[in-house]
């Protein structure tokens, strides 16, 4: 019985590992949706390219690590699919107190020291966490981008046909992901 639960154990941490060691590059674009065309006609807006925005996010363990961040987050609604929400640091947190409780218990069944086998299950379950949110830096970065976006563009209107290029690596314990974006601006003239 043991020996099968540690091969069980050991099939899971290296699927885990071969899973998580993965970097991944993708360009987004927008394509012709846009409503305020519309709504509106041409010479009632102004339409320019808006400075590029650089942002990152950071995640150790699937926990969201930019501590920058706090609840200051952004949201463009209906922006080219962008979901609304993000990962806070709850979630990830409760997932990896849940996990170290399974596999410590698990190792305990071998190891039937409660100290070693809490010790051995943290490195294990951290793995696995961040294999279960890895896209938490992804969702950070998207939420940093969102903001500064606003923050940086207080006089436009509508956001449109943004362009993104967004760079993820994903590590054993840590992923990290880079996002450059353009977007078009569109200003109502009153």
Same mark, same amino acid.
């Given at each position: ?9 050991? =099939?899971?941490?290296? /699927?885990?590992?071969?899973?998580? $060691?993965?970097?991944? +590059?993708?360009?987004?674009? &927008?394509?012709?949706? !846009? ?58 947190? =409760?997932?990896?107190? /849940?996990?170290?409780?399974?596999? $410590?218990?698990?190792? +305990?069944?071998?190891?039937? &020291?409660?100290?070693? !086998? ?73």
């Amino acid at each position: 019985m043991k020996l099968n639960l540690i091969k069980s154990f050991t =099939l899971l941490f290296i /699927l885990a590992v071969s899973l998580q $060691s993965c970097k991944t +590059n993708q360009l987004v674009s &927008n394509g012709a949706y !846009s409503d305020i065309s519309l709504t509106r006609t041409a010479d009632q807006y102004d339409i320019e390219r808006l400075n590029e925005i650089n942002t990152e996010g950071e995640a150790f363990w699937g926990i969201p690590i930019d501590s920058d961040v706090g609840n200051d987050y952004g949201t463009v609604v209906r922006f080219n699919g962008v979901e609304l929400g993000g990962t806070k640091k709850f979630l990830p947190i =409760l997932t990896m107190l /849940l996990n170290t409780v399974a596999f $410590s218990r698990a190792i +305990n069944l071998v190891a039937d &020291n409660n100290l070693i !086998s809490f010790i051995a299950a943290v490195p294990v379950a951290g793995a696995l966490n961040n294999a279960i949110w890895s896209g938490a830096s992804t969702s950070r970065a998207f939420q940093k981008f969102n903001r500064k976006l606003v923050e940086e563009n207080e006089n436009i209107d509508v956001f449109l046909n943004p362009k993104y290029k967004i760079n993820t690596k994903n590590g054993f314990w840590t992923s990290k992901t880079t996002i450059n974006g353009k977007v078009m601006g569109a200003t109502i003239k009153l």
